[in-house]
């Protein structure tokens, strides 16, 4: 299995301002994916981050407002940006288990915007 | 577009009962599910999982079962226990990108 670490684990922002989420895994990685979940509600997949490529967004998500990065195989950060308080929730990091099993998560990000 | 969904939203249970939560899937090429448990203030947990070439899968307490003629999955808890008490979400893994589609989640509430 993989161990995920995200940072911050939590924080209170300000709309307008931008947050930056990292997620850093223990092991090396070909996918990541970052996942958004509103209060209450499941997992929505923003996108998919690989490594020496531009991360591939789902539908609903656009790169000038989460821009990804992924500079190596053990880390990648997400950015909220231009905060609005509908972008309070969990932003997940996820990987991939070896030969397509079960996908890993971190701890989550819980956002709060006010 | 594509989706997975649970059909019980909530489900509260006697400790000592069995559960069971349901899900139904949409994308008939999904080869791959997992079920997951996420207490409050934790990440997706994975219980367990089972691939679209089996019917059953069996954990400790936990059982898996696929029904890819209804596509529908469902996850069987024995001896439901406080600890178990959060909500489960099915995940498909569509072929394609490896990327999960999550169900809506239920959540199970155990009484002691």
């Known amino acids: 299995s993989a161990v995920i670490s995200q940072k911050p684990s939590r924080d209170i922002c300000q709309r307008g301002t931008s947050l930056t989420i990292q997620c850093q895994v223990d092991?090396?990685?070909?996918?990541m994916f970052w996942y958004r979940q509103q209060p209450g509600q499941s997992l929505t997949l923003i996108a998919t981050a690989n490594q020496g490529s531009e991360a591939t967004y789902e539908s609903g998500f656009v790169i000038d407002k989460f821009p990804i990065s992924r500079p190596n195989l053990t880390f990648s950060t997400l950015t909220v940006s231009n905060m609005s308080p509908e972008d309070s929730s969990i932003y997940l990091c996820?990987?991939?288990?070896?030969?397509?099993?079960?996908?890993?998560f971190g701890q989550g990000t819980r956002l709060t915007v006010v | 577009g594509e989706s997975v969904g649970l059909h019980l939203p909530t489900l509260s249970v006697q400790e000592g009962d069995n559960s069971i939560i349901n899900c139904a899937y949409s994308?008939?090429?999904?080869?791959?599910f997992i079920w997951y448990k996420q207490e409050s203030g934790k990440g997706p947990q994975f219980i367990i999982d089972?691939?679209?070439?089996?019917d059953k899968r069996q954990g400790q307490r936990v059982t898996v079962l696929l029904n890819k003629t209804v596509k529908h999955l469902s996850l069987q808890i024995a001896a439901t226990q406080p600890g178990d008490s959060a909500v489960y979400f099915c995940a498909e893994n569509l072929p394609i990108g490896g990327k999960l589609i999550f169900g809506q989640g239920t959540e199970l509430s155990v009484k002691p």
């Open positions: 089972i691939r679209s070439n089996m």
């Open positions: 994308n008939s090429a999904s080869d791959y």
């Open positions: 996820s990987v991939e288990g070896q030969g397509n099993t079960e996908a890993f």
């Open positions: 092991s090396q990685v070909t996918m």
